[in-house]
């Protein structure tokens, strides 16, 4: 049996950087790594290839009658910049006390060995086990998954199973877990606004020309209220407010906002709408400049009008909003706002709808369920009770993992998300890591909830 620990190292190694083709080699030697784990499981291998980056397709068959579970992961990473702020080199798995730190290891070479680990032990144990199962490991997950929804058009019908177990969220706490309940919709995109045909001399064009930056940040600025509500007409019409149940656990949760507003190192915390910091991160929509360019960058000063400027914005959408009506909204506020004495141009990245799964008895009308769905979340309170001492919460989750909902449309699952680790992870951020310490407690989660489903629990 091979060393979970082992391989997440060998992982890491690989630069897995999707969004940027300089780090195709990478790509390709963790799509390798994976390829030899799977088939000294005995599993049976198929790389799918896509526009971009290859799908690895893993199954064990079996008769119909067994259950069959989706477990999902993605081989891609985020890139690792800023290098300078990274204590150990970014792509060499680096181990401090139990954490292992490196790009990738939390999000998601860790986590996803935790259910390649858990099937091994039980193929080890019993080669015999009445269940199907099929590995999905993408390598579009950090750019939005855009060539996914062509695999599942493709192998939709063999891909279709009793639910799909993912682990790429977070829990609130070293030792309480998360059942994630929801996942926040994207719409990401980047604005550039333009003016003159080169960048001129702020003293000989000054006060004739609209400054592009300028531009930019006064329309950057309109798209928010002071009091952080987001200033696009239209934008809160849709959002669901939250179910009694789901306030219900959030009220159970062991940290608060203090606790969030000391792992950020903000001053303070800032919502719109009245909501609390642990709400609204989960229970409202945002929209996020997350960076913004043009002009002069270097030493000291250069006086000039820039030619250009441009802004990258993220929008997170909760519960009911449509990820293109939402895109519409946003870019018509836009475009209304722009000055007419300069140019506008959006370029639209990915974005994916919100998804939801409402656990069995959360439900005051509860719909048919998919039994195995059912077990499979009983299976998991059972698990997380017994291994961390202490029954799991249901929490929506601030994050986005677009895929999920084009997955539960496309081929009629729902999904079980279990967390792991939290925010010290530094998912996207320098010097992320994966505590070692509870990959364990995972990987036992991660057997009884398979277990479980196959009726050998």
Same mark, same amino acid.
């Given at each position: 049996?091979?060393?979970?620990?082992?391989?997440?190292?060998?992982?890491?190694?690989?630069?897995?950087?999707?969004?940027?083709?300089?780090?195709?080699?990478?790509?390709?030697?963790?799509?390798?790594?994976?390829?030899?784990?799977?088939?000294?499981?005995?599993?049976?291998?198929?790389?799918?290839?896509?526009?971009?980056?290859?799908?690895?397709?893993?199954?064990?068959?079996?008769?119909?009658?067994?259950?069959?579970?989706?477990?999902?992961?993605?081989?891609?990473?985020?890139?690792?910049?800023?290098?300078?702020?990274?204590?150990?080199?970014?792509?060499?798995?680096?181990?401090?006390?139990?954490?292992?730190?490196?790009?990738?290891?939390?999000?998601?070479?860790?986590?996803?060995?935790?259910?390649?680990?858990?099937?091994?032990?039980?193929?080890?144990?019993?080669?015999?086990?009445?269940?199907?199962?099929?590995?999905?490991?993408?390598? $579009?997950?950090?750019?939005?998954? !855009?060539? =996914?929804?062509?695999?599942?058009?493709?192998? %939709?019908?063999?891909?279709? +199973? @009793?639910?799909?177990?993912?682990?790429?969220?977070?829990?609130?706490?070293?030792?309480?877990?998360?059942?994630?309940?929801?996942?926040?919709?994207?719409?990401?995109?980047?604005?550039?606004?333009?003016?003159?045909?080169?960048?001129?001399?702020?003293?000989?064009?000054?006060?004739?020309?609209?400054?592009?930056?300028?531009?930019?940040?006064?329309?950057?600025?309109?798209?928010?209220?002071?009091?952080?509500?987001?200033?696009?007409?239209?934008?809160?019409?849709?959002?669901?407010?939250?179910?009694?149940?789901?306030?219900?656990?959030?009220?159970?949760?062991?940290?608060?906002?203090?606790?969030?507003?000391?792992?950020?190192?903000?001053?303070?915390?800032?919502?719109?709408?009245?909501?609390?910091?642990? $709400?609204?991160?989960?229970?409202? !929509?945002? =929209?996020?400049?997350?960076?913004?360019?043009? %002009?002069?960058?270097?030493? +000291? @000063?250069?006086?000039?009008?820039?030619?250009?400027?441009?802004?990258?914005?993220?929008?997170?959408?909760?519960?009911?909003?449509?990820?293109?009506?939402?895109?519409?909204?946003?870019?018509?506020?836009?475009?209304?706002?722009?000055?007419?004495?300069?140019?506008?141009?959006?370029?639209?990245?990915?974005?994916?709808?919100?998804?939801?799964?409402?656990?069995?008895?959360?439900?005051?009308?509860?719909?048919?369920?998919?039994?195995?769905?059912?077990?499979?979340?009983?299976?998991?309170?059972?698990?997380?009770?017994?291994?961390?001492?202490?029954?799991?919460?249901?929490?929506?989750?601030?994050?986005?993992?677009?895929?999920?909902?084009?997955?539960?449309?496309?081929?009629?699952?729902?999904?079980?998300?279990?967390?792991?680790?939290?925010?010290?992870?530094?998912?996207?951020?320098?010097?992320?890591?994966?505590?070692?310490?509870?990959?364990?407690?995972?990987?036992?989660?991660?057997?009884?909830?398979?277990?479980?489903?196959?009726?050998?629990?």
């Amino acid at each position: 049996m091979f060393d979970p620990v082992e391989v997440i190292k060998d992982l890491v190694r690989h630069p897995s950087v999707s969004t940027d083709p300089d780090y195709a080699e990478g790509m390709q030697g963790t799509r390798e790594v994976l390829v030899r784990l799977f088939e000294e499981m005995g599993l049976e291998v198929e790389i799918v290839d896509t526009p971009r980056h290859p799908v690895v397709l893993a199954r064990r068959r079996g008769p119909g009658e067994w259950p069959h579970v989706i477990i999902y992961g993605h081989y891609d990473v985020q890139p690792p910049d800023p290098f300078d702020l990274w204590e150990s080199p970014p792509f060499e798995p680096t181990l401090k006390g139990t954490r292992l730190y490196g790009r990738g290891v939390a999000d998601n070479k860790g986590p996803m060995m935790l259910h390649v680990t858990s099937v091994g032990r039980i193929l080890e144990e019993n080669p015999d086990f009445p269940l199907r199962i099929t590995f999905l490991i993408e390598g $579009e997950e950090e750019i939005g998954s !855009p060539s =996914l929804p062509g695999v599942l058009e493709k192998h %939709g019908e063999e891909l279709k +199973g @009793d639910f799909i177990l993912l682990t790429d969220t977070l829990n609130p706490t070293d030792d309480q877990v998360a059942i994630n309940t929801g996942l926040r919709g994207m719409v990401s995109f980047e604005f550039e606004v333009t003016g003159p045909d080169r960048d001129l001399h702020s003293g000989n064009f000054g006060g004739s020309v609209y400054n592009p930056l300028q531009a930019l940040t006064e329309i950057c600025a309109s798209l928010h209220h002071p009091d952080g509500r987001i200033n696009v007409p239209g934008f809160y019409d849709d959002v669901v407010q939250p179910a009694d149940w789901e306030k219900e656990e959030i009220a159970r949760l062991p940290v608060g906002d203090k606790d969030l507003l000391e792992s950020t190192g903000a001053p303070e915390l800032f919502t719109a709408r009245r909501r609390t910091g642990m $709400e609204a991160i989960r229970y409202e !929509p945002t =929209l996020e400049i997350n960076g913004i360019g043009g %002009g002069y960058q270097g030493v +000291g @000063d250069k006086t000039i009008i820039p030619a250009r400027a441009f802004a990258k914005i993220t929008c997170r959408l909760v519960s009911n909003q449509d990820a293109a009506d939402i895109r519409d909204k946003v870019f018509a506020a836009i475009r209304d706002r722009c000055p007419k004495q300069v140019r506008l141009k959006i370029t639209e990245f990915h974005h994916g709808i919100p998804y939801s799964v409402v656990p069995p008895g959360r439900s005051n009308t509860p719909k048919d369920q998919n039994p195995h769905l059912a077990r499979a979340f009983k299976a998991c309170e059972e698990a997380v009770g017994s291994v961390y001492g202490i029954p799991p919460l249901y929490l929506r989750s601030g994050g986005s993992i677009p895929i999920i909902s084009i997955m539960s449309q496309v081929l009629g699952m729902d999904c079980l998300m279990l967390g792991t680790g939290t925010e010290r992870n530094n998912l996207h951020s320098p010097n992320e890591s994966f505590d070692l310490a509870y990959l364990e407690k995972g990987i036992a989660v991660s057997k009884a909830i398979l277990e479980n489903v196959a009726g050998k629990a």
